[in-house]
């Protein structure tokens, strides 16, 4: 069973930075796809960036410019740089491998943006 754990999140200010971080405990990482998904209060998850095995990229045209997604096979991690942050970005992140038709969560991380 494949463990992701988050790390990074915490209070931000509006225009605010923060990067999040994702380990995963299997070495299957390497060979999977993974990405970050947010979600706000009473709405579906939603893709904000994903990195195939190959390293090709895939974010949401609304955080173009803002988030940049990166990973290391080397330490199993994903990364997402959070730039700009904005009060109505939702706050809980979460971070997601698909390895074939298997998925695996994260058990998501607080970003709340507040001045």
């Known amino acids: 069973q494949v463990q992701l754990v988050e790390s990074g999140g915490g209070l931000v200010q509006p225009g605010g930075s923060l990067r999040l971080s994702c380990a995963a405990s299997?070495?299957?990482?390497?060979?999977?796809?993974v990405g970050w998904y947010r979600q706000a209060p009473g709405k579906q998850r939603e893709l904000v960036a994903a990195?195939?095995?190959?390293?090709?990229?895939d974010c949401a045209d609304f955080v173009k410019g803002r988030f940049t997604i990166s990973r290391d096979n080397a330490k199993n991690t994903v990364s997402l740089q959070l730039n700009s942050l904005k009060p109505e970005d939702p706050d809980v992140y979460y971070c997601?491998?698909?390895?074939?038709?298997?998925?695996?969560w994260g058990q998501g991380i607080q970003v709340p943006v507040s001045s």
């Open positions: 997601n491998l698909e390895q074939g038709h298997t998925l695996y």
């Open positions: 299997e070495s299957i990482f390497k060979i999977a796809a």
């Open positions: 990195v195939t095995r190959r390293g090709s990229k």
